[in-house]
């Protein structure tokens, strides 16, 4: 049986510096491995051999799909060989585009954007979620103190009801998270100015009947809102 520290096996991970370890076979004189795309390769005499040590490590590994194979060997004759597939991706996701946003009632913003693809292009985790940063000032930093942080969410949209405020203008952006926990490219930044309360606008127009050519005095007044 074939067991890994580092590695879960068939899930994604960044980590590209996996080692394996096997259970011990009586009567074996010594074990021989391959690290290979091949998901039924036999293990034979011909292959790399740890002598009786069960562990085996790798480092800086490309991405991709790898299958570990190990057999337990007594002199030419090898037993069956054991498979275990790992699942390297070290590059986040591309950028999310085209990032909306619309205010809905009760004080809510709703978030929109294209769903972006995971990299690299052939052997990928997939895109797993969003993280939705979220400040009332221009142009922010994720490390300044006013800057609030939603994760977790799937799908191309997002619902803000955490304590917005009317009459505040909120500045958004979007990054992808794919499988295996790589972060893409930050988004573009979105304002959002949520609206004050209703205002009711009175004009007021005195007409003093025909009059010769002048001007014409209006006072408006508002009243309600903020």
Known sequence: ?????TH??????SNDDPEFSWNSITGTTNYRYALND???????????????DRTKSYSNRAEGEYWFHVASCNGSTCSDTSHYRIRIDKTGPDTPQNISGT???????RLTWDEPDDNPD???????EYIVYRSNERDFDLTDPNTDEFDNITGGSFTDDDELTNGIAYYYKV????????R??????????LSADECTLQINIENPGTVKAGNLDISVGITGGS
């Not at 049986?1 to 520290?5: K, L, P, R, Y």
């Not at 998901?39 to 002598?51: F, Q």
């Open 8 to 13: 879960d096996q068939d899930d994604w991970t």
């Open 38 to 52: 091949d998901d039924n390769y036999d293990i034979d005499s011909d292959d790399n051999s740890t002598g009786t």
């Open 184 to 193: 893409g490219s930050m988004s573009t930044e979105v304002r959002v100015l």
């Open 175 to 182: 990054q992808a998270v794919d499988a295996a926990g790589n």
């Open 122 to 128: 052939s052997e990928n985790a997939g895109v797993e």
């Open 103 to 109: 205010v809905l009632s009760n004080n809510r913003v």
């Open 1 to 5: 049986v074939i067991e890994s520290d």
